[in-house]
């Protein structure tokens, strides 16, 4: 096979400038790289990598070919037109993909192509609407089903950002909580599944023009909405027969915000909206816990199954999650839970090509795993893992009993590699720390993990340790103690864009990142045990792995400390802020989080502090013994007194702007040493480059200065 010719390889690289640590113009320059999807033999896989240049102000993207006998990578093709590929068609290399963009500049558009011979794209489909997460499979007549979605209007018409006509006023009204979400304001025009037919026409294919909405319409109280509104095409499925379409949604019959429980739905390509039916619908099945979220449902290899995970708790949107599958080729759903005892939350299920196995990935001890789980697993039945390190971004089934799999660790920014379905044979196709130029130097030895005990949990807490550039442990290092958001999420052996340790680390800190109460990976218990108690089980633990590092780690200096976190990390930097512990540090950091938690109800799931705060606000909320008066920082204003940095953004919908104006102003009248940095356009997370920048740069400044790393003369 011959491949168009590449103007660079990204093996080729081999002669690495000598960089030695990684700062944050480095990091956010490097490669961004997407998971690798393999070609249906399981010769090549596609994947996008996408840098930035500091000069010019632009990113740039490629598709890549990964030859896996070989390890070869040749650029394919410029990603900025071509944003999604699905492999289907006569050949091995045949691919469907998905441009950006149309001739009518109101949508979309479909073309059939090869990958061995790019030339040779045709346009199949011009669609008017803002459509993405292409699927498509093949049917018995050789004609190509796909789906795809797009916002709708409540007609069911899909919606176009650039032809919509705006109102002439710029009102909003709400008649029922769940008015905004994340960083957007909540409108009529909501998510829907759509899906058409290029029928087989000689050598090529045509397309009739008419798209069907599956999603619009299911119930006339509070529509439906799949994907959920920051979803994408994982909460959807079409069967690889092309007949049938299974798509979840929240349960239509409950008020938004204050519930997480979702259904899946199953509709055949031929019906609409009207057919839908829900497969699981609460109390419907013979698993009286099958009651919360559902997600990723995945069609079975003969189209006979569906499999998915669901959670329990109605209104809890960390439970753990329990793997069903369900038979949906006749007149009842059988439903059938597998590996129910399991302690883990599996997710992103995918049927091994002979139907016998389930893969899943679970956060699992720090890290995000690769599980099998046959289809006849007991309750009982303990998964094995078959990945190690890191966190999984995507895996798919090669031929021979193999997978490829796309990770990410604190080290790497990508690895690529194959591994057998036992967990063996593990073999490298990409490893980015070892090409990129921003990554050079960079390795596990760099990152090790300890266990401590705690007096809030039977079983021993973990936490990361990272290592800066040129460790010496007879030398002396001022600690980063930086705290996980959520609280019911975990530091995990990944890498990030956003909260990269080894970039901290290099500044000239030794970075510790420790998994306290609510940390997920653990076992559920671990998780739940966060439930009213915010201000007590998670900063005890956060003590306890200061107090294990102090007697255990002479390389670290502890009076240079500094902490950070965001988000829940950031609430807690604001409750150690107030507390003797925040003593123990040079400087503080607060990005988004939470400065009076009487305020929270001002986020958008509430949901999350009816369960976080043991059930809704109420006038009770403002006394002590309720979680949300016991818990709140501002009660601890008088103590503050350590340097803090402070971050807010106006986009995060999650946790006001108000609550960092709020510290800040506090900090300021007390006249403690602080700052304020504010996005205008960024949300809960800082993602635009040029901003990030400038976030690391002021960030590190501040506790640079403190730590007396930099011998700044103001941290001003
Ligand atoms: C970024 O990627 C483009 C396209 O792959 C490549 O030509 C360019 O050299 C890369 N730039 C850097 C700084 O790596
Ligand atoms: C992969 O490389 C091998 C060895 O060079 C070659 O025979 C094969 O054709 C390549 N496969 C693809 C899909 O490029
Ligand atoms: C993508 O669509 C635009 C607009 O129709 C067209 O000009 C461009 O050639 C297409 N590119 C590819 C790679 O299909
Ligand atoms: C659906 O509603 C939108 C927005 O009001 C409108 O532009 C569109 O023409 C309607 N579609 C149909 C089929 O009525
Ligand atoms: C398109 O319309 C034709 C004729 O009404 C119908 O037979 C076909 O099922 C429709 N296809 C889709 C995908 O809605
Ligand atoms: C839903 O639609 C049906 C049929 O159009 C109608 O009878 C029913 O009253 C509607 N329900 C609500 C709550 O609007
Ligand atoms: C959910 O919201 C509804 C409507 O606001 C309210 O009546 C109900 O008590 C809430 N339930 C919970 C569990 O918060
Ligand atoms: C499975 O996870 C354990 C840690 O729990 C690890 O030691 C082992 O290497 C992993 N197995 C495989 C096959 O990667
Ligand atoms: C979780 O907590 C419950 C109740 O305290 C206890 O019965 C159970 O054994 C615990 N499970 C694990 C795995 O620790
Ligand atoms: C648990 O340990 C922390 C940190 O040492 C301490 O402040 C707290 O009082 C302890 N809790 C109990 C119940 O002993
Ligand atoms: C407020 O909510 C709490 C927790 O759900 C409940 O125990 C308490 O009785 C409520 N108080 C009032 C005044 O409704
Ligand atoms: C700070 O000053 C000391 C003493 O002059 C010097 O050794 C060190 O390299 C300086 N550090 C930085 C970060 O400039």
Redesign the pocket.
Known sequence: MKWPTASWALAALAALPNVLAIDPKGLLAANRYSGAQPNPTGEFALFTSSNYSWDTGKSSSVWNVLNLTTGDISVW??AS??SEIVFIGSKPTSIL?L?????N?DGV?L?T?DVAS?DS?T?VA?LSGDFSGLKAAQTKSGDINFLLYSKAYPNGTAYSEATAVAPRSTARIYEAIYARHWDYWLSEVKQAVFGGALTKNGDGYSYGGNLTNYVTGIHNVTYAESPLDLNGADDYDLSPDGTKIAFLTKDVNLPLANFTSSQIYLVPFDGTAKDAVPINARGSTKYPEQQGASANPRFSPDSSKVAWTQQSGISYESDRSILYTAKVDGDSFDVTRLAGDWDRSPALPLWSQDGETIFVDAPDLGRDRVFSVPVTAADDYKPKNITDEGVVASFYNLPEGKLLVSDSKIWTSRDIYTVSTEGKDVKYLLQANKVDDALAGLGPEDVGEFYYSTNTSEIQQQAWIVYPEGFDKSKKYPLAYIIHGGPQGAHFNSWSTRWNFKVWADQGYVVIAPNPTASSGWGQNLTDAIQGRWGSYPLWDVVHAYEHAKANFDFIDFDRAIEAGASFGGYMTNWIQGHDFGRNFKALVTHDGSTSTLNQYASEELWFMNHDFSGPFNSSSLKPGSPYYDWNPINYVDNWATPHFVVHNDLDFRLPVSEGILLFNLLQVKGVPSKFLNFPDENHWVLNRENSLVWHTEIFKWINYYSGISNATSPY
């Open positions: 093709g410029p037109e071509i993909y441009n950006g963009s149309n001739e500049g558009s073309y192509s790019p794209a346009l011009s």
